[in-house]
């Protein structure tokens, strides 16, 4: 091709290796910190490992008998700037349309919670978090209360059946099933004081060294 025919390479400059977008690297393939790199750094590791750049010089120079034209290599320059802006432009999108739906939830819980900053709203998080802690404990809780529950019921028939079996005489029965039907601790002490031949403190003092905490 003649020098009035030059060669535009603009056009023929491609991305490739987007995966290495935030992995710089110097001219000897050092890694550089993203943070850290300067703009000739960014841009020469963009142009060089980012895109075909060297590699559209290099067809010129073969097609050219080994020159490229300065005005070829701007050209290509500029092909690789516009892919490496159309890049980040298409990150920056992503960034913004992530930043723009967190932002639309936060606004969303702000509203919901009645508040007006995000202090606040942490502030109220922070209250549920702990709520719900001590609405588990208080499942866990029940959950063992139910078991103790199952238990004792289990247990209360077991007695029963035991009296029945050992024939028993049905006025002790009868005293067992009129405990074993009382429904608080109150109940209970006034139920045994009359039952048995006690004083109705001997009966306190009794539960007491079953029930480690008692309110009566």
């Known amino acids: 091709m003649s020098h009035d025919q ?7 400059v491609q991305l490739q290796n987007a995966e290495q977008f935030y992995a710089i690297t110097d001219e000897q393939g050092k890694p550089i910190a ?25 067809e010129l120079r073969q097609e050219q008998a080994g020159r490229v034209y300065g005005y070829q290599q701007k050209q290509a320059t500029a092909g690789a700037a516009e892919q490496i802006l159309e890049k980040y432009r298409d990150e920056h999108i992503e960034v913004i349309r992530d930043s723009q739906k967190k932002g ?7 509203q919901k919670a009645g508040v007006g900053t995000v202090a606040a709203l942490a502030s109220v998080l922070d209250s549920c978090s702990e709520k719900l802690k ?3 404990q208080l499942e866990n809780s029940q959950r063992a209360l139910q078991n103790w529950n199952d238990t004792y019921r289990v247990q209360r028939e077991l007695v029963k059946q035991v009296l029945d079996e050992a024939k028993v005489e049905t006025e002790v029965r ?15 002490i ?10 109705k403190s001997e009966i306190i003092k009794l539960v007491k060294t079953v029930v480690r905490y008692i309110k009566l």
């Open 6 to 12: 030059p060669i535009d390479p603009r056009n023929k």
């Open 134 to 136: 001590n609405l588990a």
């Open 174 to 188: 009868k005293k067992v099933n009129a405990i074993y039907s009382t429904r608080s601790v109150g109940k209970a």
């Open 190 to 199: 006034d139920t045994g004081s009359s039952l048995l031949d006690w004083e």
């Open 104 to 110: 639309q939830m936060l606004k969303g819980l702000m």
């Open 34 to 58: 993203y943070e850290q790199a300067d703009g000739r750094q960014l841009f020469n590791h963009y142009r060089h490992n980012m895109t075909n750049y060297d590699q559209v010089l290099d």
